[in-house]
């Protein structure tokens, strides 16, 4: 048997795996070491067997590590040092969450089934008390540092709203009035060190809200984007990132973890996983993190880098985890602090090198038009010192002929005193007729630089006109092709609906077990979440069919497989009528 964690001196993450009704123990100082064993199982005595073991809590000092069974709404016991189960403790009905107070003297448990959360006493290990009224699908759980108040999700399955954080009072076990507003269909949740936040994950809207604890609501910018069906999420010991889960959706939403920087409230990292990963913990430093991945393993991941410690730990079958999964001493000097701050720097500095391209590039187009200007101005002054030749060549023509007219004028003087008189007269109508052709001639050269514009227009709009026409063409053979691309996607659809269809009579016909229960449970969980989507509760198919799952939800819990198939199936089937969709042949 594996030595207690704290002797060893390093991690040791405790993964429930529903699928095969274990709990696997990963020693994070052999996790990626060649030839090490990493992985053992918690021993199980066969009186305290484990029942889809699901949510996972260490206590602060790693000496006890607290499992929910979802089958069997109980609360299993592990002691650490011998990893062996201890004790059963009994909760209440289908719990899912579970988590532990700083000081390891509470347990609390988030009972999906009946919407209470149970309070266990760990010295006595007996539930102490049992708060109603919590939710309609309590999911996630969490306590602040100090242990004074307890915050719980409510999935709000059956109601079909938004979801909501409710927030309990430990010191009396009660219930506040006043509840938190989040995403859609909300599940893991972390509190930072300091108590003052609260961080959710929403599945349903692929967001993280962020909780303000000292008023009890979301704060101005606290929903951040992260990516399809964000699930479990952990705050790092410093408070400084926040690690999500996201299972993903497909190619175009793959699945992985999202690091948040929270001074900011901005994305770090989105660490790619391709495991469906579900629950994330992190270790007592904050140097490595652990992902839970619905594929049967387990990827460590190192804080300072997001790389893989190692390939991923193969553990159970579905290995469901949700909670601070992750006790014992640290396997690496802490670092989230300090990489969070040189990311921080770094951004900075990018930012600061980016401006100061953009500077280089105005400086550079300021410099490109200088030229330009001075290249054109060198042809203005040449142009000018052609024409100012020109202008001394014909002064000094003008000189000679003014010389020659002073010797006719000279001679002609006796003339000119008898021309004098009509030489006024003349020069009276000379300037009239001067002044009219000036006027015209500013007309005439106004009137060019109108034409010439007007012609420029034309030949640009010439130009256009073309342009439009090619786009005109091309628009309309996309719109052919898009056409033709909508009828081949609607074929297709239409195929795989019918083939969807064939799997689900098979489900429901097949010879019922655990994993045609389970399977059974999830096709009529998907048919129903799109008609409460669609068509809404006040349907009565609906209602009816919310019912029936309810009923196969408690058979499968109480191990009644085939009377679990029936109701499910009739869920289904009446979530599809509601749907308008064709509905499975009628056979039991």
Not at 31 to 60: E, L, Q, R
Not at 487 to 492: E, F, I, V, Y
């Amino acid at each position: 048997m594996t030595a207690a964690p704290a002797a060893i001196g390093a991690p040791f993450a405790y993964i429930s795996n529903s699928g095969s009704n274990s709990v696997s123990v990963i020693d994070g100082a052999k996790v990626g070491v060649p030839g090490a064993t990493a992985v053992t199982n918690v021993t199980v005595d066969s009186s305290m067997p484990f029942n889809m073991p699901w949510g996972v809590a260490v206590n602060a000092t790693s000496t006890r590590s607290y499992v929910t069974n979802y089958g069997d709404s109980s609360v299993s016991v592990i002691d650490t040092a011998t990893n062996r189960v201890v004790a059963k403790v009994h909760v209440g009905y289908l719990p899912i969450g579970i988590a532990v107070n700083a000081a390891g003297t509470r347990a609390y448990t988030a009972n999906s089934g009946d919407g209470t959360v149970s309070v266990i006493d760990t010295a006595t290990l007996s539930v102490v008390a049992t708060i109603p009224s919590v939710g309609d699908f309590p999911y996630g759980i969490a306590v602040n540092p100090a242990g004074t108040y307890v915050y719980v999700t409510d999935w709000a399955f059956i109601s079909s709203r938004t979801g909501l954080v409710k927030v309990i009072d430990a010191s009396s076990n009660t219930l506040l009035s006043r509840t938190v507003p989040v995403g859609n269909s909300p599940t893991g949740i972390g509190v930072s060190p300091s108590g003052g936040r609260v961080y959710v994950a929403n599945t349903g809207s692929g967001n993280v809200s962020v909780i303000d604890t000292a008023t009890n609501s979301v704060v101005s910018g606290g929903t951040l984007l992260v990516g399809t069906s964000p699930t479990g999420i952990a705050v790092s010991p410093s408070g400084l990132v926040v690690y999500v889960a996201r299972q993903g959706g497909g190619v175009s939403s793959p699945g992985g973890v999202s690091s948040i920087w929270t001074p900011t409230n901005t994305i770090l990292a989105n660490v790619p996983i391709a495991n469906s990963p579900f629950g994330v913990a992190t270790d007592p430093a904050g140097a490595r993190f652990f992902v839970g991945n619905q594929d049967g393993t387990v990827s460590v991941m190192d804080a300072s880098t997001n790389a893989a410690v190692g390939t991923p730990v193969t553990v159970g079958n579905t290995p469901l985890v949700l909670g601070a999964f992750v006790g014992g001493t640290p396997s690496a000097p802490p670092c989230d602090d300090q990489l969070a701050s040189l990311r921080q720097q770094l951004d900075a500095a990018n930012a600061t090198v980016a401006s100061l391209q953009d500077q280089v590039t105005r400086l550079g187009n300021q410099v490109t038009q200088l030229g330009n200007q001075i290249t054109q101005l060198r042809a203005d002054k040449a142009a000018l010192q052609t024409q100012l030749d020109s202008a001394l060549s014909r002064l000094t023509a003008a000189n000679d002929t003014i010389a020659s007219l002073n010797a006719t004028i000279t001679n002609l003087g006796s003339q000119i005193t008898q021309l004098r008189a009509e030489k006024a007269a003349l020069q009276a109508q000379l300037d009239a007729t001067q002044s009219r052709l000036t006027a015209a001639n500013n007309t005439i050269a106004s009137l060019n630089s109108t034409i010439t514009n007007l012609g420029n227009q034309v030949t640009q709009l010439t130009a256009d006109k073309a342009s439009l026409q090619v786009q005109l063409a091309s628009l309309q053979n996309e719109y052919a092709q898009l056409k033709s691309d909508l009828a081949a996607a609607n074929a297709t659809i239409a195929a795989q609906n019918q083939a969807l269809t064939s799997f689900v009579n098979h489900l429901f016909g097949a010879k019922a077990d655990v994993y045609v229960a389970t399977a059974a449970r999830d096709a009529s969980y998907q048919a129903l979440s799109q008609a409460v989507t669609r068509v809404g509760v006040a349907n009565a198919r609906v209602r009816e069919a919310q019912r029936e799952y309810r009923d196969g939800l408690n058979d499968l819990a109480a191990g009644h497989y085939q009377r679990a198939v029936v109701h499910f199936r009739q869920s289904y089937l009446l979530a599809e009528q509601s749907l308008g969709h064709q509905t499975l042949s009628s056979r039991r």
